[in-house]
């Protein structure tokens, strides 16, 4: 089994290949990208073939990661990923989009139809997020989705602030649209 295809308005959401390398040392290469992540250490181009490669493995059953396309130009974005947060019972939502694609909502977009199959699909009861505090973009984004502020802990090694919304949240969220 392996990732659905997800669709939103302006974006397609797929299972990455190993065609996306280019793109996947792109992102991992850009310093304003990483910035948040590995406190802008880029990736090498091995380094970028590897992380492709696990997230290919880890895309073979129902969470994993998605890379992010324009559906009209086929451009990529970037990527979003559903998965098992380190060290806890949780699932986590991530995304890491091009530079050039910032502030124009896709990151806000596609993490609601990733929440709608978290929830609405594969019937989770909650989602969370976590960011280092300072990543003011990645929060507003966690919180334009419906995730609210729960605690700040210790994550990938380092402080984060850390996000989650329930069944019961998102359902009062998408009742309300």
Avoid at 25 to 39: A, C, H, T
Avoid at 40 to 51: I, M, N, V, W
Wanted: net charge negative; with cysteine.
């Amino acid at each position: 089994m392996s990732l659905p295809t997800l669709y939103t308005p302006r974006l397609v959401l797929r299972m990455p290949t190993k065609a996306d390398l280019d793109h996947i040392f792109q992102l991992g290469n850009s310093p304003e990208v990483m910035r948040y992540i590995s406190f802008g250490r880029t990736q090498t181009y091995s380094e970028a073939r590897a992380d492709l490669r696990r997230r290919i493995r880890q895309s073979q059953n129902t969470f994993g990661y998605w890379v992010t396309e324009e559906r009209a130009t086929k451009a990529f974005v970037g990527w979003m990923s559903l998965k098992p947060l380190d060290e806890t019972d949780d699932t986590e939502i991530g995304y890491r989009f091009l530079e050039k694609h910032w502030n124009k909502g896709y990151a806000t977009e596609a993490g609601h139809r990733l929440l709608q199959y978290a929830f609405d699909e594969q019937g989770l009861d909650r989602i969370v997020a976590v960011s280092l505090e300072d990543n003011v973009a990645s929060t507003k984004v966690m919180q334009k989705i419906g995730l609210t502020y729960d605690h700040t802990g210790r994550y990938y090694d380092t402080e984060c602030v850390f996000y989650a919304i329930d069944r019961q949240a998102w359902n009062a969220l998408t009742d309300a649209d």
